[in-house]
Structure formats: structure tokens, C-alpha cells
């Protein structure tokens, strides 16, 4: 009986079951998000082997090609002059299908329960991962066929990140959101780690298994969502998130006895969930301009589309420009090219702690965003000419350049939820997260769009591409930068203020 123990055991009993869970629910989507992103790499690790120089290569005895053919061991129809141009349009199918489908996936996510809708979406994605490497078994060599795969596992790959962002809104309350997400956000990382080291190890050999058995694995991380993924604490029993607010906030977003309670504000990650869990107050949709208006929208927005497009460069052309550049087999550049994702966990982690320290997310993006550009350019120039300079600056590129697509993506959602517009419409805060997020993947279809329409006049153009773009980002940020720094010239005139007073008392 629940009554012949002291309530203080019955707090810990509660707290230790409610924390196991919690802790249950971060590693399952961090595992989901993981596979989403490890099936997304192996088009990146498999491309300097679908066209490479064949000349290095030993041909068969019963071979018809010719000693001079350096072509023979390519894929077609990855094998003419023009196979960047090939490889970019099935990276921009991919990526463009991504963006459409960004902004409409949380559409479908807010009306399906989230256990069965990602449970699709990853055996969907399985499948369609899976489809890509067996052409390579069907002897396929019709670019449509790349083409078209991409497009569809490009639609159902957007099913993965409103989804686990909204699951683990309704299980976690405001904390260190900066933190927190950026160790959580690691799967990106991660996931890409994943991808590069499974491709790399058929990629030389029979490189359609490097697409199979990353799909095989989504599939089967899909079924495992299925059978245990708990979508709201209320359904194991055990508390909901606490959100705890500021006394200007708990003043002006009190609870309304007409309206029912409001949600807090700050929290876009778990405010939809929570407000959507009250059937007797409904709040209204915020149109798209309408969240275009609030402070912060736009300007984050575009910033992340410039940021995207960095990142995504590097994550779909860094092998084939290793390859290229350093002359290493396939399996070496993509295993080389992980330690960029290593830097990007770095990079997550430090933005979200280092922002949630100075109180100030535009800043930390823009500071990071500067010191990437000159990275970039020395990686560029003096980054190949060893194997431990290439390391050390693999590392600190993908920290910087990874570090404020990390932090837009997550941490700064709490930001934009400050505004006085939204009033805990968790409508209104998903209509921002979905601008946020698809106007990003823009830049993210972009970026390796024109890495391959530019890549044939020299990787160095490439990099003066992909700097333009930081510093674009950068400068996008800087109102808010400012507002930032004019807050904290605010704030310590009130504590010299207060510690004079406190002087002459």
C-alpha cells in the first residue's frame, strides 16, 4: 500500500523510476537519429569508387579494355568526364526531396502517433538505403534509377527529426538546454561516424553492402521503435517534465482559468507536446508570416541555410576530396574524413555549454562561424601536407563548423520561444521549428549541388565557396549579436548599481 511508506521514499522511488526512463528515452532517440544519419553516408564514402583512376588498378586476365583505358573499373554511368556533375545531381535528389519534405513532415507527425510514424519512416528508409546498394547487384547503370531512389528516401528521411525532437519535448523540462542538446545532438555525428566506418569496409570490394547493411540496421532499429518506444511519461506512469519558468515569465504567462494553463515558452523542443496533451484548449494556429514577424525567425533561419550548406558540403564531398587531393584509397578518406564528425561533437557540446554560460546564442554561433572561415583556408592549403596536421584540423574544422549548426537546430528554439507573440502556442512554436529546419536543409540541398558544378574548375573554388557562405552566415547574425551585447551592458549596470547600493547601506 502506497500509504505505509514515508512519502520521502515514495519521492525516491519515484525519482530513481522517472529518471531510468528518462534516461531510457534520450538513448533511444539518440539510437533512432543515429541511423538516420548512418544511412545518409555512404553515398559520400562510395563516390570515389564509382568513378576513380583505373590505371592503378590491375585488370583481369579474361579483360577486353585496353592499357590505356583509365575508365574500365568505373560504374556506369559514373565513368564519363561529366560524373561530379552525375554525382551532384543524386546528392541534390536527395537533399531537395529532403527540403520539400522537411517543411511538411511535422504536418504528418503532429496527427500519427510517433512510435508508428518512425517506425515507418525508418523501415522506409531501410529500404530505400538498401535499394541504392543494389544496383550494384542488378548490374544497374541508369542514372534515373540513383536518381529516383534518392528522391524517395530522401522524403522519408524527414520523417525522423520532428519526430524524435517532439518525443523527447514530452519527457524533458527546461534545464541546461544548451548542454543537454548538444550532447544529445551528437548523433548526427555520431551517425555519420558510423556511416563512413560500415561503407568503408565493403566500399573497395562490393560496394552495393555498404548501402545494404547500413539499411538493414535502420530497418531493424525500426522495428526495436516500434516495440519500446514510449511516447509520453502518463503512459508508464511516471511524472511529466516540469517546466519551470523566470518570475517575469510565471508574470506575464500565468494561467488563465478561461484558456487553461499556458505552456512555457521557452521551450520549443517540449512545449508542443505538452500543450497538445490538453484537449479543452486548443490554441490557434500562427500563420507563416505570422512566425516570420517574430524577432529572431528570419534572421536564424538564413543563417542555418548558410551554416547547412558547410557542413552538408563536407559531409557529402569530404572523401571524394581526400581521394582526390591526397590520392588514399576510398576506404582511407572515408575513414579520415570521420574525424570531421569527431570535431562536430566537440563543436556541439562546447556551443551549447559555452552559450547557455554567456547567456548569448547568436554570439557563440557568430564567434565559431568566424573562426571557421580561416580554418577552412588552411585546411585548404596546408592541411594535406601531413597526416597529423590533416587530423588536427580535421578536428577543429568540423568543431567550428558544425558547433552553430548544432546549436540553431536545437538550443536556440528555447530563444525564439521567449517572445511575447507566441503566448505557449505550441502551434505557433512548430510552425518556427519547421521554418527553422526546412529553410536550412535549402542550404543543405545547395551545398553539394554546387560542391559538383564547381568542383571540376578546382577544389580550391570550392573552398572560397564554402567560405563565402560562413561569412554569410555570420553576418546574418550580427542585430542579434548586438541585441545580446546591449543585454549584457544592461545587465551589469543593474549589478553595479546594486552593489553600490549595497556599499553605501
Not at 188 to 200: D, E, F, K, M, Q
Not at 226 to 246: K, R
Not at 415 to 423: I, N, Q, Y
Amino acid at each position: 500500500m502506497r500509504s505505509s511508506l514515508a512519502p520521502g521514499i515514495w519521492f525516491l522511488r519515484a525519482f530513481s523510476r522517472d529518471s531510468k526512463y528518462r534516461a531510457f528515452i534520450l538513448l533511444i532517440t539518440f539510437l533512432i537519429y543515429t541511423c538516420y544519419h548512418m544511412s545518409r553516408k555512404p553515398i559520400s564514402v562510395v563516390k570515389s569508387r564509382l568513378h576513380h583512376n583505373c590505371s592503378e588498378v590491375i585488370q583481369p586476365l579474361n579483360s577486353t579494355h585496353s592499357l590505356n583505358d583509365t575508365t574500365w573499373c568505373n560504374w556506369a554511368p559514373f565513368d564519363k568526364s561529366n560524373y561530379k556533375e552525375l554525382l551532384g545531381a543524386v546528392d541534390n535528389a536527395f537533399l531537395v526531396a529532403y527540403a520539400i519534405g522537411m517543411f511538411i513532415s511535422g504536418i504528418f507527425g503532429e496527427r500519427l502517433p510517433l512510435r508508428y510514424y518512425l517506425t515507418a519512416g525508418m523501415l522506409l528508409s531501410g529500404l530505400f538505403t538498401s535499394l541504392f546498394g543494389l544496383g550494384y547487384f542488378w548490374n544497374i547503370h541508369v542514372l534515373w534509377y540513383f536518381v529516383l531512389v534518392q528522391i524517395f528516401n530522401g522524403l522519408v528521411q524527414t520523417t525522423g527529426w520532428p519526430a524524435v525532437v517532439s518525443c523527447v519535448g514530452n519527457w524533458f523540462g527546461k534545464g541546461k538546454r544548451g548542454l543537454i542538446m548538444g550532447i544529445w545532438n551528437s548523433h548526427t555525428s555520431v551517425g555519420n561516424i558510423l556511416g563512413s566506418l560500415l561503407a568503408g569496409v565493403w566500399v573497395d570490394q562490393q560496394w552495393g553492402l555498404s548501402f545494404v547493411v547500413p539499411g538493414v540496421i535502420t530497418a531493424i532499429m525500426g522495428i526495436i521503435t516500434f516495440f519500446f518506444l514510449i511516447e509520453y511519461p502518463e503512459d508508464v506512469d511516471c511524472s511529466p517534465p516540469q517546466h519551470h519558468g523566470n518570475p517575469e515569465e510565471s508574470q506575464d504567462h500565468a494561467e488563465d482559468p478561461a484558456n487553461g494553463p499556458s505552456c512555457n515558452k521557452e521551450n520549443s523542443l517540449e512545449s508542443a507536446a505538452t500543450c497538445s496533451k490538453d484537449s479543452s484548449a486548443q490554441p490557434t494556429a500562427i500563420s507563416f508570416f505570422g512566425a516570420l514577424r517574430i524577432p529572431g525567425v528570419v534572421e536564424f533561419s538564413l543563417c542555418l541555410l548558410f551554416a547547412k550548406l558547410v557542413s552538408y558540403t563536407f559531409l557529402y564531398w569530404l572523401p571524394l576530396y581526400i581521394s582526390n587531393v591526397v590520392h588514399f584509397t576510398a576506404k582511407e578518406a572515408g575513414d579520415l574524413s570521420t574525424l570531421f564528425d569527431v570535431g562536430g561533437i566537440i563543436g556541439g557540446i562546447l556551443a551549447g555549454l559555452i552559450s547557455d554560460y554567456i547567456n548569448g546564442r547568436a554570439t557563440t554561433c557568430c564567434v565559431m562561424l568566424i573562426l571557421a572561415a580561416p580554418m577552412m583556408f588552411l585546411y585548404n592549403h596546408v592541411g594535406q601536407r601531413g597526416i597529423g596536421i590533416s587530423i588536427v584540423m580535421l578536428l577543429i574544422c568540423g568543431a567550428l563548423v558544425n558547433g552553430p549548426y548544432a546549436l540553431i537546430t536545437t538550443a536556440v528554439s528555447a530563444d525564439l520561444g521567449t517572445h511575447k507573440s507566441l503566448k505557449g502556442n505550441a502551434k505557433a512554436l512548430s510552425t518556427v521549428t519547421a521554418i527553422i529546419d526546412g529553410t536550412g536543409s535549402i542550404g543543405a540541398a545547395l551545398g553539394p549541388l554546387l560542391a559538383g558544378l564547381i568542383s571540376p574548375t578546382g577544389w580550391n573554388n570550392v573552398f572560397y565557396m564554402l567560405i563565402a557562405a560562413d561569412i554569410l552566415a555570420c553576418l546574418l547574425l550580427c542585430r542579434l549579436v548586438y541585441k545580446e551585447i546591449l543585454a549584457w551592458k544592461s545587465s551589469l549596470s543593474k549589478d553595479r548599481g546594486s552593489n553600490m547600493a549595497l556599499t553605501h547601506a
